[in-house]
């Protein structure tokens, strides 16, 4: 057991970034809080005033602001006050021209991400107020090509393109020329910053989002503390920072209609090319409620996930189909290492409590086997699942270096499925009111 030790990760060495103590309110420069009225305009203006000014708060005060995309300067606070809701315009035209992003992982240009920043410092989004992108089974959700997200047949969506990008990841075609959005349909993410440096994204509120919520792209010294993210659409992961450092994610609550939480780095080829891990990350505190996975790996880890530390969360609904996730194949790739899951309550999952899985999506038979190794799992309690704990690796490449401690599992229907684990470690953890043994090489499926 001594050998595990080390996986007791200091949290990341973040410090929020700080603002002249100067204001410009939107309004001041002719935005209209009628929910009728579009202030991009007005806001860019407001924006471009701040920096110039050397930073401060860019306040919106209440009311309800339709606008397009926004783009943050360096030393800008964009804060939403009491009482204030910014509204995204539905028109795809109000998120051109294409800028330089990410769709699940692979770099494109694409319609702007709703807030968005290219390369900054010191910047911010804060509450309390409203982010609220408008997107739902007639709006944005379609473009998905899935009925239950209000596509039908003989309707655009992202299939198509969504293919192209990743072939043209795999040809390493210059980002450049991976040109969409108009004519094309690959969602917006909601709030984008990329390639930033000290950022900070606190106590406001978001729903209906096109895609994911929250993505730090390649930033470095990432807060996001006290946000409120309720989005049920298709791919609405609540928070994921991707090939970022030093990343601090704290007393948030998500109910989403994907992951909550996903550390990402990369999809495939492309995913290699760029080369970036995302590490140092320290999530705590937190309420995870529907979701696929209250805090998911992956499943694009191609650049690498290490040192991350998951502390004093809770996670339960009939809706959340796993706590901690692990989802990752043969054609990512990727080493996945160092992960601490600790002091967190789960009270019920649809699936499994905690879950490594090497056949998520394309699964075996790619050239590029993934890694997994030093997962502790400690002081955990899980009321109900389906499993309790599922791993399964390759016969050619176990999952190795799993640690299991003070643990106890109730209720877990059909309690554990191990397949293709190496070097895993037991002690005083309980399944259904039993201990829990494992021997190496042993297939064990209790039901």
């Not at 982010?131 to 655009?156: F, V």
């Not at 690796?393 to 299991?404: L, Q």
């Not at 599992?409 to 309690?415: K, Y």
Request: glycine fraction near 10%; include cysteine.
């Amino acid at each position: 057991m001594q050998q595990f030790a080390a996986l007791a990760l200091t949290p990341p060495a973040v410090r929020p970034p700080s603002f002249p103590d100067r204001d410009f309110d939107i309004t001041k420069f002719g935005a209209r809080g009628d929910g009728r009225t579009k202030c991009t305009d007005a806001i860019r203006r407001a924006i471009q005033a701040c920096s110039a000014a050397g930073g401060g708060r860019v306040l919106v005060p209440a009311g309800q602001f339709l606008t397009g995309a926004i783009h943050l300067e360096s030393n800008v606070n964009l804060h939403i006050t009491e009482g204030a809701t910014l509204l995204f315009s539905r028109d795809p035209a109000d998120y051109l021209p294409v800028v330089f992003t990410r769709f699940e992982g692979v770099e494109c240009m694409n319609y702007s991400p709703f807030i968005y920043a290219f390369e900054k410092q010191n910047i911010a989004v804060t509450g309390p107020g409203l982010l609220d992108g408008q997107a739902d089974e007639e709006h944005w959700w379609p473009w998905a090509g899935k009925a239950h997200a209000g596509w039908r047949s003989g309707q655009p969506s992202a299939t198509q393109d969504r293919k192209a990008l990743f072939d043209m990841g795999e040809r390493d075609v210059p980002v450049a020329r991976r040109v969409f959005g108009a004519g094309h349909y690959l969602r917006p993410n909601f709030v984008q910053p990329y390639r930033c440096t000290n950022v900070l994204l606190e106590g406001f509120r978001m729903q209906a989002s096109p895609m994911w919520e929250l993505n730090p792209v390649l930033c470095r010294n990432v807060i996001v503390r006290n946000v409120d993210i309720f989005s049920h659409g298709p791919n609405n992961d609540g928070c994921d920072p991707e090939a970022s450092r030093d990343v601090l994610i704290e007393n948030c609550t998500f109910s989403t209609g994907d992951d909550c939480i996903a550390v990402k780095s990369g999809r495939n080829r492309d995913g290699r090319r760029v080369g970036v891990p995302c590490e140092n990350v320290l999530i705590r505190n937190c309420t995870m409620k529907d979701g696929h996975g209250g805090v998911s790996i992956g499943s694009e880890v191609s650049g690498g996930i290490k040192n991350i530390r998951i502390e004093h969360c809770h996670m339960s609904s009939p809706n959340l189909q796993r706590a901690l996730r692990v989802k990752t194949n043969s054609y990512r790739g990727g080493v996945i290492e160092t992960i601490n899951f600790s002091e967190v309550q789960i009270g019920q999952v649809a699936e499994s409590a905690i879950e490594v899985d090497f056949f998520y999506e394309e699964g075996e038979g790619g050239p590029f086997q993934p890694v997994v190794r030093n997962i502790l799992v400690s002081h955990v309690t899980c009321d109900k699942s389906k499993y309790a704990i599922f791993l399964r690796g390759y016969a050619s490449d176990p999952i190795t270096g799993v640690m299991i401690s003070h643990c106890q599992f109730d209720h877990a229907a059909r309690g554990v499925f191990f397949e293709h684990v190496k070097t895993i470690a037991i002690a005083d953890t309980t399944v259904n009111g039993k201990p829990l043994s494992y021997s190496a090489n042993q297939v064990l499926n209790r039901s």
